[in-house]
């Protein structure tokens, strides 16, 4: 591994490099570059680059306004021949290429030849463990879960998962990294698969499959219970925090108590999974495709991108949840802000 530079820091121009800019990544390449930040893109992909420019017009029309304060001059996008020339003096790099070990195990091997000492690898995989993806690597102790949510550059969640083979001080840059683009590194005590958001929307997935599956409600019916309900509470609270309050002054222990017992209940289906048969599948599409079809993908993108705006900003006002995370993260700014004035 080169050793011969160190990475930029902050002080002096900040670089990361994304390897892969589908979906992900090209939420991670914005999230950066509007905090300032070089990115260096490399995507083999012949339309990498249209893509990503879709991703920056969202982003651009969307996470400014959750600021009050100027953000800072968006970074330069730089669009690499090769991996090596992606990594190469980067302080950050995300790899978010396709869910297969082989591809991610080859390119860890490409990104180890060429990055800098003190670079730090997040990798947005849903799925997999840190043990699997560190497999054959020369500094294992450097790569990290950085699992986000979409859309990447306004959800602030990341989930950080070092895995058993790591060195606190990389995970602590790491937070501090994510923290400075307005992120929320959530610490992950253990390794899981899918780690922990994944497993409670899998879990409600698959629940709404069988509703779907069994005539008990439509797409849009299930997303109405979602988003007119339960949603607008975890929203801003969670779950735990939620069900507090159901509990009354008598708190938690009360909750539970009372309601524990409906855990016995055969209300849902969760050890079971219906079968994706064609039959399911066309029903779940052709109801979707009532429920949205008039929209564009990039429509509901700015759709759903005005909508978390909304909900942040009001939660903003109210120092709760995520509104709370931007209030400090809008202090950072401001401060780098004054910074950079004449």
């Known amino acids: 591994m080169s050793s011969d530079k160190q990475p930029t820091t902050v002080g002096s121009q900040k670089i990361a490099a994304v390897i892969g800019g589908g979906v992900i990544g090209g939420g991670w390449i914005a999230r950066f570059a509007l905090h300032g930040w070089r990115v260096q893109v490399f995507d083999p992909a012949p339309d990498a680059k249209s893509k990503i420019d879709a991703v920056m017009d969202n982003a651009r029309a969307s996470l400014p306004k959750l600021s009050d304060v ?37 390119v860890y091997k490409d990104i180890e030849a060429a990055m800098p000492e003190h670079a730090l690898i997040g990798s ?8 699997e993806l560190k497999q054959g690597m020369q500094n294992p102790q450097r790569l990290f879960v950085a699992h986000p949510f979409n859309p990447v550059y306004l959800l602030p969640l990341v989930e950080l998962v070092p895995g058993d083979e790591f060195d ?85 222990a009360h909750f539970i108590a009372q309601f524990g017992p409906c855990l016995a209940w055969p209300w849902t289906k969760l050890m079971d999974v ?30 759903r991108d005005d909508n978390l705006v909304g909900m942040m900003q009001a939660l903003k006002a109210r120092r709760w949840g995520a509104g709370e995370l931007l209030n400090e993260h809008e202090k950072r700014l401001a401060a780098l802000a004054s910074k950079t004035l004449p």
């Open 70 to 106: 100027p953000m800072p001059a968006t970074g330069e996008i730089v669009y690499c021949e090769t991996i090596a020339d992606a990594v190469r003096d980067a302080a950050w790099i995300q790899e978010s290429v396709p869910e297969r070990l082989t591809i991610k195990h080859a």
């Open 274 to 303: 219906p079968e994706l048969d064609d039959e399911l599948i066309d029903k779940i599409a052709s109801q979707s495709d009532a429920q949205s079809g008039q929209y564009s993908i990039r429509e509901l993108e700015r759709i």
């Open 168 to 252: 606190e001080t990389c995970v602590q840059a790491a937070s501090d990294i994510l923290t400075s683009i307005g992120m929320k590194p959530l610490r992950v005590r253990a390794e899981i698969p899918a780690h922990i958001a994944d497993r409670f929307l899998e879990a409600v997935w698959r629940e709404a499959l069988w509703l779907v599956k069994d005539g008990v409600a439509t797409t849009t019916e299930i997303d109405d219970a979602i988003r007119y309900g339960f949603g607008l509470r975890w929203a801003q609270m969670g779950l735990f925090e939620t069900y507090r309050i159901a509990g009354g002054e008598a708190g938690m």
């Open 124 to 131: 947005s995989t849903s799925g997999f463990m840190p043990t």
